[in-house]
Every structure is written in C-alpha cells, then in structure tokens.
C-alpha cells in the first residue's frame, strides 16, 4: 500500500494518501457506531501530512465528545463518514480514514486490534487483540500509534 485513492459515494469527497497507515483498527465505542451508522468503525491512521486533499469537496466536521481531540468530517452531500482529525499533544497531527472510503480495498492491511469492545453489538470472529473499557482502549490505541510512528515509513 504505498498510496491509494479515497472516495465517498458521491463523489464529492476525494483524497489520496500516502505510505502505509500507521494502523488499522476496529473501534466498537458507541460515537463510531453512530458517526459510520454501523456496527463499528474501521479506520486506517495515517499523519495528516500524508493525505491529499486537494480538489476535495466540502467536508463538514462536528466534535462529538470532549476534550475535542477528534473531528469527525461528513461529505455534506451524501453524509458519508469522510476524514476525521485527531489532534492530540505531542503528537504530529493525525487522520483517520474509514476503510469503506478506499478504492483499492485488496491493498488494505488487516485490522490489528479492537477498542471499546465492551460496546460490541456482536462477538469478532477473530484472535485480534480486544480492549474493552476507557482507559485500556485508549491506551492500546496510544501503544499501536506509537509503533506505527516508530516504525512506519520514515
Ligand atoms: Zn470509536
Ligand atoms: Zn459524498
């Protein structure tokens, strides 16, 4: 996956991104069930300096919970979950990107873990790691941010 091309169903929303995601992840909290209108989320994290947007429509960003680390972005056409910005200290500013926006879905990793699996509406048919609860999930998410940065491209 050294780049591909992000689309929503209307597309109005497009982008390209750059390098392998720092990781994929299944998030199981109650706002991504709402934000996707789906089971769950299933996001990509790249730096934000590595997604293009150029060109791109109109996204509308709301903050759903506070502290507001996370904007999450709808196309304002067809309300697809589009970008969300995660600017949390210390770290270089983030994106993530539902998987179901990528064109080349043959190219995605495989998720590495779940967070927030206390709020699953069913049981992952998979060995992933699973963290339930606040401060589990958010600390996997840091710990796999972190690895990703280490040792993603440099
Ligand atoms: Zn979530
Ligand atoms: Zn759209």
Known sequence: MTHSNGICSCGQVHFKTQGRPLFRAICHCTICQRFNDAEYGDILLFRAADVDQAGCGEISYET??????????????????????????????????????????????????HIFYNHRVRDAQDDLPKSSGYLPSQTRFATHLLRGLMHGRG
């Not at 919970?65 to 972005?73: K, T, V, Y």
């Open 64 to 113: 759903l919970r506070q502290p507001p680390l996370l904007a999450r972005g709808k196309c304002t056409t067809c309300c697809n979950p589009a970008l969300e910005k995660l600017n949390m200290p210390l770290f270089p500013k983030l994106m993530l990107v539902p998987s179901a926006r990528i064109v080349e879905q043959a190219d995605l990793p495989d998720p590495e873990f």
